[in-house]
Structure formats: structure tokens, C-alpha cells
């Protein structure tokens, strides 16, 4: 027999309570031993929860119970879930984790630490999606050329209604919270540090690269507008947030951003709260991975999956690899980003001026791929969009700055990356 005690028995909490009790005999059968949900640590113990396991507020009663396996934590935080999983491990107990806060900082030094112990944390990206096991085992024999996805479901859910019904922002983060999706803190969601956690999880099982947030491009969806997504349509692209990580010859562009996708891609289609990732493998070529990304019983089923993994026996190191996976592979700056770009801005409406805008967008060695120019009914300017080809962000951010103080040019230049 196999027992858990679980750390922050909130909805993913209960639900890996019950889910163990009430499918005890499928996961007897599939584990190979029987699991018991045997205790849990919650902060506020006066709160009703739906759950017959025994419950405490001091962690060190599951941490240090020699009966308990198998640390289950769903704690959220950093530093503290940091300190108690360590102490987990020190006392030789298997740790499931779905905080991907924790290992977006802290993965190495735990993989570190946990040694030949099973760490395990399938539910911490795109929730009951099993991208971690299909990453980590299922496409083991591809160099992975890229990762994308909607990582997200809160922002998905808002860009969605955004886009579809013209919803108002701060309305459609209201409606996202009472699905209960949103992070506590909803700047997490909407300023893209969720995807952000997620990405560096999935980019250090696929290339091995160490970075935490403050390292990569993170930007989110609060910036996107009405007309953004009207011209995005007139270019054949919906807008989305994704987390990227892109293989590039000298090096990974790892990148959370909204971002113009071809109507007629996958990921284009995949709306609501609802996550997608796709992995492209050097051998397998696209692989495309759908599902929910939270929720109680959908998270739950993820972490379950790793309970019976470690019962089963299949483990190997954390991120897949001990050492050397991809040696010399470093993070590309925010410069050495390379795609296309979309551009708009208001000019006026004179001779000459389109020449000067697409001089100093020569000037930069950017080519353009398509262009547009809406006139403007009561005033004498005219909105001018571009697509471009690819070109690197750096001579995307010298052309804005030269566009900016072109005395024909007015108010923002808007930028906005496209993947093809
Ligand atoms: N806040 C996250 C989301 C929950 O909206 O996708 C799962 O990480």
C-alpha cells in the first residue's frame, strides 16, 4: 500500500482526494498497489472542505510522518512550497508537485536535490494535458524544433470573447474569475507570468535551458485592441497569447506575447479556456496536444497520473536528462528574436509620406510583406499597417524609434509579432 498526504487541500486538493478514493480499484489495477489519500495540511481549518481525509495546518504532519510515500503539493508560492519539498526529499519521500512557480525558479536546484527520488509535476503545465510525460518520454528521440501553445485558459477565455463578441476587457477578467481559472492574482494570468512559468518548465525538458522569468520576453494581453484584432483579420490572422520556444541556429528564442496566427492554423481555432500546445520534433515532425488547462478534477488527473508513475517504478531524472541535453544551446537576447511583424501607426495623409514610412523601414533592412491604408473619414491622416518578412526584433525596435520622432508619423507605432 501506497499513502499521500497532500499539502493545500484546496479545489485540486479535494479533487486528488476523492478522485483517489473514488477510482481506488481502476488505480489499484493500473499502479499495481492499492493508494490511499491518507492526510492533508490546509492553512484554514475552520473552512468546510469535501474530503474524509485527516486534516492538520502544520505541513511537518505530513512531511515528517514516516507513514506517508508520497508528498502531493498544491500549495502555490515559491520560497515556502521551496523549503518544504526540500524537506520532503531530505526525508526520503517521492514529491508530486503542480507549482509551476516553484520549478519556473527553482527546478535545477530541486532536480538537484531530489537526486534518484521521483519529483513529478505533470499538472503543472496545461493542467490535465499530459505534455510533460510527452515530452519528457513520449518524443525522447527528437531534437524539438519548437513549442506552441496557448498555455493560458483565463486569457484565452477573455481574447476569445475579446475577439468574438467584442467584449470589454474588465468585464470578460470578472467572467474568467467566476470560472474559477484565474490565478489569485489575475496579473499573473493577463500579463502572461503564468504562460512565462509554464514555458521555462517545458523549454528546460526540450532543450535544457536554464532561465528564469526575468530572462525571457513576457508580455501580455492588456495592450491588445479593438482595431488590432479587426486589421488582424484583414490579414487573415487570429491573435493570440502564446508561450514560444523556437530552435534557431545559434541558439532557443523562448517568448510569452500576443501573437498574429494564420485563421486556418490549429491553435488558431482552439477558443475558450481551453489549452493547446503543439511540439514540432525533428523526426515526428507536428504533434498537436488539447485539453483543459485547470480546474479541480482535470489538474487532479494529472497529478494522479504521477502517483501511479512513481508506484509503477517509472522514474529517471526529473527533467528527462541528467546532464549534457543540447550543450551549448544558450537563450537568444530579445534582439536575435527572429519572425514577422505586423506595424501600425497614423500618418498624414500627404504625398510623400508613404515613401518616407517604407524608407525608414528600408533603412532598418526590413522587407515588406503586405501593406494597408485606411483613410480616415473626418481628419487628414490615414492609419498604414504592414506585415513584414522576417526580420530580427532588433531592426523591428530601431525602425519604430526612427518612426517615432518622424514628424509625419502620430502617436504610438503599434508592433505585434506574427508566427507563420
Ligand atoms: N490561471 C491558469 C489559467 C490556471 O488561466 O490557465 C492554470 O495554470
Redesign the pocket.
Known amino acids: 500500500m501506497v499513502k499521500i498526504g497532500i499539502l493545500g487541500v484546496g479545489t485540486v486538493g479535494q479533487s486528488v482526494a476523492n478522485i483517489l478514493e473514488s477510482n481506488a480499484d481502476i488505480l489499484e489495477a493500473r499502479a499495481g498497489k492499492k493508494i490511499i489519500a491518507k492526510s492533508g495540511v490546509v492553512k484554514n481549518l475552520s473552512k468546510k472542505r469535501d474530503v474524509t481525509i485527516t486534516l492538520s495546518d502544520n505541513p511537518l504532519d505530513v512531511i515528517d510522518d514516516p507513514e506517508i510515500d508520497i508528498v502531493v503539493e498544491l500549495m502555490g508560492g515559491v520560497e515556502e512550497p521551496y523549503e518544504l519539498v526540500k524537506r520532503a526529499l531530505k526525508n526520503g519521500k517521492a514529491v508530486v508537485t503542480a507549482n509551476?512557480a516553484l520549478l519556473a525558479y527553482h527546478r535545477y536546484e530541486l532536480q538537484e536535490l531530489a537526486g534518484d527520488l521521483p519529483l513529478m509535476y505533470e499538472a503543472s503545465t496545461a493542467?490535465g494535458i499530459p505534455i510533460i510525460g510527452a515530452l519528457r518520454n513520449g518524443l525522447a528521440a527528437n531534437h524539438i524544433e519548437s513549442i506552441q501553445g496557448i498555455?493560458?485558459?483565463?486569457?484565452n477565455y477573455m481574447l476569445s470573447k475579446m475577439i468574438n463578441e467584442g467584449a470589454k476587457y474588465d468585464e470578460i477578467l470578472k467572467e474568467?474569475q467566476d470560472l474559477g481559472?484565474?490565478?489569485a492574482d489575475p496579473t499573473?494570468?493577463v500579463g502572461g507570468f503564468?504562460a512565462a512559468h509554464?514555458l521555462l518548465i517545458l523549454s528546460s525538458i526540450a532543450y535544457g535551458i536554464d532561465a528564469k522569468p526575468e530572462d525571457i520576453v513576457i508580455e501580455g494581453i492588456d495592450k491588445i485592441t479593438q482595431t488590432d484584432v479587426a486589421f488582424a483579420k484583414e490579414f487573415g490572422y487570429e491573435i493570440k497569447l502564446l508561450g514560444i520556444a523556437k530552435r534557431a541556429d545559434n541558439g532557443v528564442e523562448l517568448r510569452v506575447h500576443a501573437t498574429m496566427i494564420p485563421q486556418e492554423s490549429m491553435i488558431a481555432k482552439v477558443d475558450g479556456?481551453m489549452?493547446a500546445v503543439s511540439v514540432v520534433g525533428d523526426r515526428v515532425g507536428e504533434t498537436m496536444f488539447y485539453g483543459p488547462?485547470?480546474g479541480g478534477d482535470a489538474t487532479a488527473s494529472a497529478v494522479i497520473a504521477d502517483i501511479v508513475d512513481i508506484v509503477r517504478g517509472n522514474q529517471g531524472p526529473m527533467l528527462g536528462y541528467k546532464k549534457g541535453l543540447e550543450s551549448g544551446l544558450k537563450l537568444l537576447s530579445k534582439d536575435e528574436i527572429t519572425t514577422h511583424y505586423y506595424l501600425r501607426m497614423e500618418v498624414d495623409d500627404e504625398s510623400g509620406v508613404l515613401s518616407k514610412v517604407s524608407g525608414i523601414l528600408d533603412k532598418s533592412g526590413i522587407s515588406i510583406e503586405s501593406m494597408l491604408q485606411k483613410p480616415h473619414t473626418d481628419d487628414e491622416r490615414v492609419k498604414l499597417l504592414f506585415t513584414t518578412h522576417e526580420c530580427k526584433e532588433a531592426q523591428i525596435t530601431e525602425a519604430i524609434d526612427a518612426l517615432k520622432v518622424e514628424p509625419c508619423v502620430y502617436g504610438e507605432v503599434v508592433m505585434m509579432r506574427i508566427e507563420k
Do not use: Q, S, W
Not at 151 to 155: V, Y
Open positions: 509551476k493542467g498555455m493560458n485558459g483565463t486569457c474568467a481559472y484565474a490565478e499573473f494570468d503564468d509554464k479556456v489549452n488547462g485547470a
